[in-house]
């Protein structure tokens, strides 16, 4: 009776160690995973400095020709439709950093030089902003003048011989990079494509938890006609009557912690794909607008965000703030 006893208690001992084992392993790992990102809640909280002049907002007037709202309430941004001063006077309160990834692979060094000088110019001036330059030439990154608060380092990554790879293995060197590096660091990210200039302000009116940028190529199309990957057999497939817009690979953000999640989730759905001999019909572009599709994007910044020099201006855009350039793609492309 007594040994029955004795082992009774040995058993509840073990089972009582075993589950505090376990919550406290589950515990650690939450405070480890809440613990990571900066400043939480930044987002949330928007203080202006008091006194501050400005015009006096309208609810009444303002743009008409532009739908400036989603169907699921995140605002899309247009010239117009918001004030730079009052949002800077906010943001600059927060003293957050902005981190920026750039790939110059193989040619497409040619890109950086203007790329990085028009950014001093318009991207986030007056802000800390912390540049990150992918490339396989490192020697030949070009020296350029950066305003203080700013900086630039440089990685190398491999090359090679297929663009498609270029451009999807972003995610995977993305991902790797807030999990090495950003956490703690930097408060935004975007993701931008180096075949492109700055030409208006990109600045606070960006930011935001999820932030996708509206493709300039499809924009006043029926989304029948969205380059979605139309393989059901994919990771990135989106069924025709489908999907929101159709969202740019070359430009998107938002905060680290949700940037790290897009980023995950595309890589493992590329790798994926991959394993099972699929590519989908736009890389990364094609699982980018599969996951906000399925995550929607809390703020849309219109085409201004990413025009294409060769596209004449549409009237509604009244500014370009950044333009991939005109290129010759059998030149600069390894294939
Ligand atoms: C404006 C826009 O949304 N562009 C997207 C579009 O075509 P793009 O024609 O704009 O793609 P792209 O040739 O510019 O390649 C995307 C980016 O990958 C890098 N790169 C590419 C090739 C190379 O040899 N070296 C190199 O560094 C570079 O940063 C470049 O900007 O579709 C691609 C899908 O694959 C990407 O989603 C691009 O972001
Ligand atoms: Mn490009």
Same mark, same amino acid.
């Given at each position: 009776m007594a040994v029955l006893h004795t082992k009774a208690v040995t058993v509840i001992l073990s089972v009582t160690v075993l589950l505090g084992l376990l919550y406290l392993s589950q515990y650690y790992r939450s405070a480890v995973e809440t613990t990571t990102f900066s400043q939480p809640g930044i987002d949330l909280h928007l203080e202006s400095p008091e006194h501050l002049k400005y015009n006096q907002p309208s609810i009444v007037h303002g743009r008409t020709d532009v739908v400036t709202v989603t169907p699921w309430l995140a605002p899309v941004v247009w010239e117009g439709t918001f004030n730079p001063f009052l949002l800077d006077s906010i943001y600059k309160r927060k003293n957050i950093t902005i981190a920026a990834t750039v790939f110059a692979v193989g040619k497409y060094i040619?890109?950086?030089? !203007? =790329?990085? @000088?028009?950014?001093e110019e318009h991207f986030f001036v007056g802000f800390r902003v912390d540049f990150y330059v992918f490339t396989d030439r490192p020697n030949e990154v070009p020296k350029v003048n950066m305003a203080a608060g700013r900086m630039l380092t440089v990685r190398s990554v491999p090359s090679s011989n297929r663009w498609q790879e270029i451009s999807a293995r972003r995610m995977e060197i993305i991902q790797n990079l807030i999990e090495k590096k950003l @956490?703690?660091? /930097?408060?935004?990210?975007?993701?931008?494509?180096? !075949?492109?200039? =700055?030409? *208006? +302000?990109? %600045? /606070?009116?960006?930011? *935001? *938890?999820?932030? $996708?940028?509206?493709?300039?190529?499809?924009? #006043?199309?029926? #989304?029948? +006609?969205?380059p979605y990957e139309r393989s059901p057999a994919s990771n990135a497939y989106v069924a025709p009557g489908e999907g929101d817009f159709y969202?740019? *690979?070359? $430009?998107? %953000?938002?905060?680290?912690?949700?940037?790290h999640l897009l980023a995950k989730t595309c890589r493992k759905n590329f790798e994926d794909d991959a394993k099972r001999g699929i590519e989908a019909a736009w890389q990364e572009e094609s699982h980018l607008n599969r996951y906000m599709w399925i995550n929607k994007p809390s703020k849309v910044l219109s085409p201004e965000y990413l025009w294409q020099d060769f596209k004449p201006k549409n009237p509604e855009v009244q500014i370009i703030r950044f333009s991939g350039v005109i290129k010759n793609y059998a030149n600069i492309r390894p294939n």
């Open positions: 040619m890109f950086l030089k !203007d =790329f990085l @000088q028009t950014s @956490q703690n660091r /930097a408060d935004y990210i975007f993701c931008l494509d180096v !075949d492109s200039k =700055f030409h *208006g +302000r990109w %600045g /606070a009116e960006s930011l *935001g *938890g999820l932030v $996708a940028v509206i493709h300039p190529g499809y924009y #006043r199309d029926d #989304r029948s +006609r969205f969202y740019c *690979g070359g $430009a998107f %953000g938002g905060l680290v912690e949700e940037v």
